[in-house]
């Protein structure tokens, strides 16, 4: 019961800050971030640069990595464009336009179960300036 507890704890945190998160960025139109379902644990943080603004990916990873702020691609984005697909049997049905928006213009950082208030505070700023 000690460990669920303590685990509880962590994910309470964890959410905590994924609000935050949300407040800080989910009505700037720059940005397109994860929606919370109720369910979610917030490992990370993922923002996708919305292509209506024509805000440069490299521009922004170079304004975090100036920050100390790590980051990280979105790990799948867009599944066909990775060199393993060749060994995959598969079949497109539809637009994969989304799957090629995440793959060339998202990126997460971390979250971490405590608080991190100014560090999502600072993310803002960096992005702010970067993001023009």
């Known amino acids: 019961a000690d460990r669920r507890a303590v685990l509880d704890g962590l994910l309470e945190a964890r959410r905590k800050n994924g609000r935050l998160f949300q407040e800080l960025f989910g009505g700037d139109e720059r940005f397109i971030i994860q929606k919370e379902n109720g369910k979610s644990s917030w490992f990370c943080f993922t923002v996708i640069l919305n292509p209506k603004f024509g805000i440069e990916r490299q521009a922004v990873f170079n304004a975090l990595k100036e920050a100390d702020i790590g980051y990280r691609i979105i790990t799948g984005g867009n599944f066909l464009r990775h060199h393993v697909i060749k060994h995959f049997d598969y079949e497109v049905v ?4 989304n799957a090629d928006t995440a793959h060339d213009r998202g990126f997460f950082v971390g979250n971490h179960p405590t608080d991190i208030t100014p560090q999502l505070e600072k993310l803002r700023e ?3 300036a970067a993001g023009g």
């Open 94 to 97: 539809g637009e994969i336009k």
């Open 126 to 128: 960096v992005l702010d």
